[in-house]
């Protein structure tokens, strides 16, 4: 058979190193658009609340959607920054909502002991009623 054609095994060389080229530079984008992606200022924020800031920033979100993400992504960009560190618990995240002006309501529930169980006030106020009038 005939030996290889230098002309073709240059070509041939040429085109390999602009495939590796383009699969780099691909892989480069990839990276990138995952970085841009994953700096979701919600998650960033959510991965710092503790003890019911989730159920707080819920709330927030569902009662004042626009100033809500506004302070969201002001948040998160502290928390980058490194200015804002540590665990934000519901009580501090419902503070900083009002002291912004932003009133978020909560739902509450207040519990009293009764015959060594948790009842719900609402019920012990209606079994105490309805006690009262039977008697």
Do not use: C, W
């Not at 990138?32 to 992606?37: G, H, L, R, S």
């Not at 302070?71 to 804002?84: D, Q």
């Not at 009580?91 to 002991?113: C, H, N, P, W, Y």
């Not at 719900?120 to 008697?135: E, F, I, N, W």
């Amino acid at each position: 058979m005939s030996d290889p054609d230098p002309e073709l095994e240059s070509l041939m060389a040429k085109r390999m190193a602009e495939m590796r080229s383009n699969v780099a530079h691909a892989t480069d984008k990839t990276q990138e658009e995952k970085k841009e992606a994953k700096a979701d200022p919600r998650e960033i924020v959510i991965s710092k609340l503790g003890y019911r800031g989730a159920e707080v920033l819920h709330n927030a979100e569902a009662q004042h959607p626009g100033p809500t993400r506004a302070v969201v992504a002001k948040m998160a960009e502290l928390i980058e920054s490194g200015e804002l560190g540590g665990i934000i618990s519901g009580g501090d995240l419902l503070a900083l909502f009002a002291a912004i002006g932003i009133r978020v309501r909560m739902q509450t529930k207040i519990s009293v002991e009764s015959d060594g169980k948790l009842v719900s006030l609402s019920d012990k106020l209606s079994t105490t009623k309805s006690g009262d009038g039977a008697s």
